[in-house]
């Protein structure tokens, strides 16, 4: 990943730093009488991967303590997962997880509500669709959060409802929120799930990544990790300022305390977040064109700014005070005009605090229209190309029904941003819309637009595939430079980190499909083995 000199056949090593790069008689010529020699015996060697958009104590909680069927789950087999986590619990507890989708909703051919109230009558229970954007809930659980027929619509949020008026148990957006205060994680599950997230992403690669949306039990949790030596992976990760599930904005002065008592040398805390919309199949992302017409949603009465969490005029003001702070603000936008509104934030910060503020960054960057395509690289943004969803998948469908097939042609532009020279960097969103933070799907995807596991045909948008060459800086120098790290990781130079992985073979000389089922061999981390597969 050193333009200068992308390729190498040795490297030494001193003191977890990269000592030199070369020749094997360059490198030889480095060695003394106490030196370690490896010979890799054919396999290949690269930096470690850099995951710049992945909710990791979400998603090990997940893992260790939700109902979870994966995206593909059938309805018969979410319902007896529910019914099983049921069987196990005592009455009154909590069953959270899923995902389902939308698809699933005609196969219940009932309300949501009703539909878990005979799955688990004496447990309250809150399941998530696949994009973590919309609850669906039983009867306890709308009683627990204080929800009833007669409350009132919530600003920002979406409240389903029979013709009568009665809930359904569809809630999405800050809808959500009453619900999710009932679900939170204690210190020891935040513990145990950063203890998985880290094993899980050394194993897949990663020597750095970004929390994308943290609040002060995760900000605990990391930093215990951390001081306590069990973070082996560069770590950031962006302070929650703004979320539908939160609907306030959280002051400066609390970002800035809740920096001062976090930041770590490892985690970096110079970092902000935003949400500006939802997501397309909820009717919640924040687009220029109308969506398609559905029961309740007339086009001809679409309004593009109708769908924005933020009004435009507050998100430049909040924007321009974090960059005046040092806070890299990471803005969650679905929408076309979601990310045009983000960017007329930064172009207002620029107009204020001049032109070398941080590098915010607009996160998905699901829809670009053609006019904002430059104004990356003319603003110093960041497009943070996620979910993985510019391959065929389990929302794929949902997408089309919402915004027609047409408009899917337009989705993840990640050739153009990169042909109007766009910085762009790479991110799962990992558990949210992503069923796992795996790179190596996302990178085959990427360069394919075509899903590599073969589970879903077709192809998203193929006009904006790109070649394995231009995709790996997202995932390397690109994505360094967006923690705050140029420098330090991301590429094999002297003076950087000794943050690399071992591969079997060669990613360029493999196909699509081999790069998809990709195995690390080993991943080394400021130059100690934290991955080792066995066998």
């Not at 509500?113 to 399941?127: F, K």
């Not at 796992?436 to 799907?441: I, K, L, V, Y």
Request: proline share 7%; with cysteine.
């Amino acid at each position: 990943m050193d333009p200068a000199y992308p390729r190498a056949e040795a490297l030494a090593i001193a003191k977890g730093r990269i000592l030199a790069v070369g020749t094997l008689p360059e490198i030889e010529a480095l060695s003394g009488a106490h030196t370690v020699r490896e010979n890799l015996r054919g396999a290949a060697l690269m930096p470690g991967l850099i995951e710049s958009h992945t909710h990791a104590l979400w998603g090990g909680c997940r893992d260790l303590f939700q109902v979870y069927t994966g995206y593909q789950a059938t309805v018969p087999q979410l319902a007896e997962a529910v019914r099983t986590r049921a069987a196990r619990l005592p009455k009154g507890a909590w069953i959270s997880g899923g995902p389902w989708r939308y698809d699933m909703s005609a196969e219940i051919a009932q309300s949501p509500r009703a539909w878990l109230d005979q799955l688990a009558p004496h447990h309250p229970v809150a399941l998530s669709d696949t994009t973590q954007h919309a609850l669906w809930c039983n009867s306890k659980a709308l009683d627990a959060a204080g929800l009833s027929d007669s409350t009132a619509e919530i600003s920002g949020g979406v409240m389903g409802r029979s013709a009568s008026g009665a809930l359904s148990g569809f809630l999405a957006e800050a809808a959500c929120a009453p619900v999710m205060r009932h679900l939170p994680w204690s210190a020891e599950q935040l513990d145990q799930a950063c203890d998985y997230a880290v094993r899980y992403f050394n194993s897949l690669g990663y020597t750095g990544f970004k929390e994308p949306s943290a609040d002060p039990a995760d900000l605990a949790a990391y930093a215990r990790a951390h001081d306590q030596g069990r973070l082996h992976l560069h770590a950031a990760a962006h302070l929650t300022a703004f979320s539908p599930l939160s609907n306030d904005l959280i002051p400066l002065a609390r970002l800035n305390d809740l920096r001062a008592t976090y930041r770590r040398p490892g985690l970096g805390l110079d970092f902000s977040k935003l949400f500006l919309d939802g997501v397309a199949p909820a009717y919640t992302a924040s687009f220029l064109a109308p969506y398609l017409a559905r029961p309740g949603y007339y086009p001809a009465t679409h309004s593009p700014d109708a769908t924005l969490l933020l009004a435009p005029e507050h998100l430049a003001q909040i924007v321009t005070e974090h960059d005046a702070a040092g806070f890299c603000v990471k803005m969650h936008a679905v929408g076309d005009n979601a990310a045009r509104k983000g960017l007329d934030a930064i172009a207002a910060a620029r107009a204020a605090n001049g032109p070398n503020g941080p590098r915010h960054e607009i996160a998905h960057c699901t829809f670009i229209s053609d006019t904002d395509l430059p104004r990356f690289a003319a603003l110093n943004a960041v497009a943070e190309v996620s979910p993985k969803l510019w391959m065929p998948n389990a929302a794929t469908s949902a997408q089309v029904a919402a915004l027609g097939a047409a408009r899917l042609a337009q989705v993840h532009r990640i050739r153009a941003l990169l042909a109007a020279g766009a910085e762009v960097i790479f991110g799962t969103d990992s558990p949210a819309s992503a069923p796992d933070a795996n790179p190596w799907s996302g990178l085959a995807g990427m360069i394919s637009r075509r899903d590599p596991s073969r589970a879903y045909p077709g192809s998203v948008a193929p006009d904006e595939a790109i070649s394995l060459a231009e995709a790996l800086p997202l995932f390397t120098r690109n994505a360094a430079r967006a923690m705050g790290l140029a420098g330090q990781t991301g590429q094999l130079k002297p003076g950087l980190w000794a943050d690399y992985i071992l591969l079997e073979t060669d990613p360029f000389s493999q196909s699509n499909a081999a790069l998809f089922a990709t195995c690390v061999a080993r991943t080394v981390f400021k130059g100690q083995t934290v991955y080792e597969a066995r066998g």
